[in-house]
């Protein structure tokens, strides 16, 4: 069962690979006024790894605008070690601007309804999701895209509008699971 539009998202407390003293990060500390983003993605993924830059890049733009952005890896890394803590750690170690959560059990992407990688979930600063799916229509090849949804979703947020689209389907490598 997914989150819908309209849904309070669930609070998680998860590892963050990104943090060099081993601490966790939760959906209530990542919350900023405007609210958050959460992306479902890994390291192995090749829709993920086209997508960093644009990651990166919307995670500073979300921070210029008081919201949050949180990435979360639950895919089995037992079936595929690239996904590992250890790996996670890694890639946050080459510069990454946002926390790295790891979802051990899959409990959350489980509770989200999560089911590709990368797959995007903007909450307003109630913590209601008012927009998932893609970033844009060409996750593999950036200069290939022709929309930018989850942009488009921002912008509206932060004029106080309905987001224009507020579904989208993810384009990428579905979640591993165990």
């Excluded at 990060?25 to 390291?43: A, H, I, R, W």
């Excluded at 090749?46 to 921070?63: G, L, T």
């Excluded at 595929?80 to 926390?99: C, H, T, V």
Aim: hydrophobic content about 35%.
């Amino acid at each position: 069962m997914s989150l819908r539009i309209g849904d309070v998202a669930p609070e998680f407390n998860l590892k963050n690979a990104n943090d060099s003293d081993g601490g966790t990060s939760s959906l209530s500390g990542s919350m900023l006024k405007n609210g958050c983003v959460v992306v479902f993605e890994c390291n192995h993924c090749p829709y993920v790894i086209a997508s960093i830059d644009r990651m990166n890049n919307m995670a500073e733009y979300c921070k210029v605008n008081a919201i949050g952005f949180v990435g979360i890896n639950s895919n089995d890394p037992d079936n595929y070690p690239a996904d590992s803590f250890e790996n996670m750690q890694k890639r946050a170690g080459k510069g990454m601007p946002y926390p790295y959560l790891h979802d051990g059990t899959q409990e959350v992407a489980a509770l989200w309804g999560a089911q590709r990688t990368p797959e995007f979930f903007l909450m307003n600063g109630k913590g209601v999701v008012i927009y998932h799916g893609r970033m844009d229509d060409s996750p593999r090849d950036p200069t290939a895209a022709t929309t930018s949804e989850l942009k488009d979703a921002i912008d509206a947020m932060l004029a106080g509008s309905t987001p224009p689209v507020q579904f989208t389907d993810s384009i990428g490598c579905s979640v591993k699971w165990k």
